[in-house]
């Protein structure tokens, strides 16, 4: 037999080994197809995009049902989906680079880079780091209803921060906040003198040739390929409005699609390069995936399969069945996310759905996890359906918990117009109640919802979307009106308390002149006079001078004290006495 060249006989041996590789890899996915649809099916999931990455080559990638079901458009492998707070990795690698541009250091105070950084905790303002902001780790607990649907932008969020009661102190222990993610976006945009957008498209997309990812909603409905976003309502499936989360877009407002992400995990498995390029430095590679704070029990995995559970920067570190597995999931309306590689496996898988909140993402990732390790698989499809029936069940044992305190037959205190009005808090805004033929409605950033009674001054929210049975408690202040609404739109604090907003009225110069002169509490003399045409002064022996606001007929409320009024007592058109109206008490005075 003729003998073949040496360099002819390797490239034989060569191929018949990866040759043997694909054909394992085959095996081991040869019946998933059948395992996605028939879990699809379970979970009415619409469409799904997957792909799998090991070493620096992608396996697979592949699109499963439909990005749009009423015109049966079905998904690819470049369908573009909302990966939500799978996001949050770009920005911690932003950051990370910011440091090690030398801009930044990751464990001195954030304060040292943004002056005005203020939290509601003086210790947390003044220590807070950027590791801190990407661990969850700063005693806040989520407050998402701050951003959820709001107006506000990034800067206006910002400033909004220190009115936000923490829960535990601070470094105490991990609870998830996405608002510390938008603060460390907003570092990255200080720092850089760039919008964070700008920064991770230019410096870690364009550089993962990641051509089919954007920023935004906006975006995302310019795409040629891109999945319509679903929501399961008891047994029907109905398309559900995109959210704009721009402002909050650092913890969450990435699209993308398998094939982009499959990118993203070549360069993280490999040490932050991808096609011959380091795009990421090794060091920003091991930072991200180094422990920074001890998860509960619970999270990621309440089974055995997963344990030790850590946090890094904007990553779950877990061992799963005796492998180190890195990973965040993701959550915004209409989509679900799961990122996950395996370092020491060089394994890496993303899956992406068009269904709000489900957890087919994690099973099927796990389910491809086992596959590819060679473990025998688990029933995770099985398992997390038992899971869902049972948290049902207890959601509807504490519901009928609920509606046996009620107080059945009693009527709210006051008419229902009087419950009608903007109420206001210096971090979560403006709420508003409004008579609508004879039911109250409220609307909220830009959620518009009815409310029922439930009993006295308690009104519920009817909203099967988001907030269905959220109660909402009136107030009564001193004066036989309804001063706040009390919400519990933080669970992990007291409730959130909004104060009414009066609405200023604005007198003439010769309308506000009938209130000036002294009045006497009984030997102390206080002078209202006018400053200009327009402003009405209060100044009171040892104190500064306040301003009046109108707000009633003889009304007035002192400017930024709340619970603090004035109201002149008139006759035929001159006035006679003064009350001052305070928490502690009502003080009266005579004019001289």
């Known amino acids: 037999m003729k003998r073949l060249p040496l360099t002819l006989l390797l490239f034989i041996v060569l191929a018949g080994s990866l040759s043997a590789q694909d054909k394992s ?169 760039t919008s964070w ?31 319509l976003g679903y929501v399961k309502k008891k047994d029907k499936v109905e398309v559900i409005p995109y959210s704009n989360i721009d402002a909050i877009g650092p913890a969450g407002s990435i699209n993308s ?26 060091q920003t590679v091991r930072e991200v995936q180094t422990p920074a704070m001890i998860m509960p029990a619970t999270v990621p995995l309440p089974y055995d399969e997963g344990f030790y559970n850590s946090y890094g920067l904007a990553w779950m570190i877990t061992s799963y069945r005796g492998h180190v597995r890195v990973e965040h999931g993701g ?85 229902l117009k009087d419950y009608a009005g903007t109420f206001t808090h210096p971090a979560y805004g403006d709420i508003t109640f409004a008579l609508d033929g004879d039911t109250l409605r409220t609307e909220y950033h830009k959620m518009k919802i009815k409310l029922r009674h439930y009993h006295y001054d308690y009104f519920e929210l009817v909203d099967e979307n988001n907030f ?28 959130i308390e909004f104060v009414r907003k009066s609405e200023i009225k604005k007198l003439s110069k010769d309308q506000l002149s009938l209130y000036t002169g002294d009045y006497d509490f009984g030997g102390a003399v206080a002078k209202v006079y006018l400053k200009g045409d327009s402003q009405l002064m209060l100044l009171v022996p040892g104190q500064p001078d306040y301003e009046l606001e109108a707000v009633k007929e003889h009304e007035f409320k002192l400017k930024g004290m709340s619970g603090f009024s004035i109201r002149f007592t008139v006759v035929d058109n001159k006035v006679t006495e003064l009350a001052s109206v305070q928490p502690n008490g009502t003080f009266k005075a005579r004019k001289k």
């Open 25 to 193: 890899t085959t095996a081991k996915l040869k019946t998933l197809d059948a395992f996605v649809q028939k879990t699809m099916a379970d979970w009415k999931v619409q469409g799904l995009s997957i792909a799998i990455v090991k070493k620096d080559k992608v396996i697979l990638a592949k699109g499963y049902g439909y990005r749009d079901v009423a015109n049966k458009i079905p998904v690819t492998e470049n369908t573009q989906f909302a990966i939500g707070s799978c996001s949050k990795a770009f920005t911690a690698a932003a950051v990370c680079q910011t440091a090690q541009d030398g801009l930044i250091e990751l464990d001195k105070p954030v304060k040292n880079y943004l002056p005005s950084f203020k939290l509601f905790d003086p210790t947390a303002t003044e220590q807070m780091t950027a590791r801190d902001l990407l661990s969850h780790r700063s005693g806040l607990p989520r407050h998402d209803l701050l951003w959820y649907g709001t107006s506000l932008n990034r800067q206006e969020l910002f400033d909004r921060l220190q009115h936000l009661e923490p829960n535990q102190p601070f470094r105490a222990v991990w609870q998830y906040q996405n608002l510390m993610f938008m603060t460390a976006g907003y570092l990255v945009e200080q720092m850089n003198h």
């Open 331 to 415: 959550n915004i309306d209409g989509f679900s996310a799961s990122t996950c590689f395996f370092p020491k496996d060089s394994l890496g898988v993303v899956v992406l759905t068009n269904m709000n909140g489900t957890g087919i993402t994690s099973i099927i990732r796990n389910n491809i996890i086992d596959r590819m390790l060679g473990l025998s698989e688990v029933d995770w499809n099985g398992r997390m359906l038992g899971d869902v029936k049972k948290a049902e069940e207890a959601a509807a044992k504490v519901k009928k918990e609920e509606d046996a305190n009620r107080i059945k037959n009693t009527r709210p205190s006051h008419d």
């Open 468 to 495: 269905e049975g959220e109660k909402i408690n009136f107030i009564t202040g001193e004066n036989g009106q309804i001063e706040k609404a009390m919400i519990r739109l933080e669970p992990a604090v007291k409730a």
């Open 257 to 282: 699609t398998a094939t982009d992400m499959s990118h993203w995990l070549v360069a993280l498995i490999n040490g932050g390069k991808y096609n011959g390029k380091q795009v990421l430095s090794a």
């Open 197 to 227: 957008e700008d920064y991770v498209r230019t410096r870690i997309f364009q550089q993962l040739e990641m051509k089919n990812s954007n920023f935004s909603i906006k975006d995302l409905e310019q795409s040629a390929d891109h999945s």
